[in-house]
């Protein structure tokens, strides 16, 4: 999905924080909120030379490991709204996300297949973690100040998707 942004966006200068920069860092800390760590995260991002920046899962994910409500992390939604922004979470109907993660752990590395197994024994109760925390961040996202927007990716339309992106959020800035 990223890519296919950035590849619309190429007369952009584009940052793009992916999950070795908003998740890796704190995985192994997950009952923590990690404020400072996403603050700074924010702050160095839109001090950055750059003209858009994506984040690849910043504070929700960690918001649902977390146990965490939205207002825990209203100051990081206070940081973001003060620029232009998007929220846009990409959502996958719980009837495949059972076989998603089963296609992942075939298409992933090693690495991963050990960290999802931590979900649940079999696919199904990987699932159902993965389903439980989606529902819990559309419940966050529905309560930002943050624009938002759900985008339905079971079928895979990531190259629609990001063109629905440009089209209806990012051009309407320029």
Known sequence: MISNLTNLLNDQKVLVLGEADTHIPIMQKTDELHIEFFRSLVNNAVQSDTDIVIFDRLHYTQAYRAKASASEY???????????????????????????VRLAAEHRDKTWGDYVQTKGKTFDEIAEYYIAQQRSQLKQISQTKLVTQVFNTTQHNYQDIAVQIINNWYKKLN
């Open 74 to 100: 209203s100051e990081i939604d206070n940081l973001l709204v003060r620029h232009d922004n998007l929220v846009a979470y990409l959502q996958v109907d719980e009837s495949a996300i059972a076989e998603r």
